[in-house]
């Protein structure tokens, strides 16, 4: 079991910058890949951006050079540094985590965090 707890969310102008913390505890040895969904009222969830054990990072197309993932594992924390601000960013962003144990991966959620940007 690994338990997610997330922080850093809240209101902010246009261009403005906000970062993200996801810190796991549990069996934080099984974990592979760590990164952060969105859900915009409305819309459906996408994957904001990735990173593997590896340090392979993916972003998807509309945060490239505006969003940064990183993770420390020593401390068991990804975060997503979130700059230049857009409206269309507005969401709630959610941690997300793929463990792997005995060759069965599973996943793991945070309970998501408002983010607002304001016109």
């Known amino acids: 079991q690994v338990q997610l707890v997330e922080s850093g969310g809240g209101l902010v102008q246009a261009g403005g910058s906000l970062r993200l913390s996801c810190a796991a505890s549990g069996r934080t040895d099984s974990i592979n890949s760590m990164g952060w969904y969105r859900q915009a009222l409305g819309k459906q969830r996408e994957l904001v951006a990735r990173?593997?054990?590896?340090?392979?990072?993916n972003y998807v197309d509309s945060v490239k050079g505006r969003f940064t993932i990183s993770r420390d594992d020593a401390k068991s924390t990804v975060y997503l540094q979130m700059n230049s601000l857009k409206p269309e960013d507005t969401a709630i962003y959610s941690c997300n985590v793929v463990a792997a144990w005995m060759g069965t991966l599973y996943d793991y959620w945070g309970q998501g965090t408002q983010v607002t940007v304001s016109a």
């Open positions: 990173v593997t054990r590896a340090g392979i990072k």
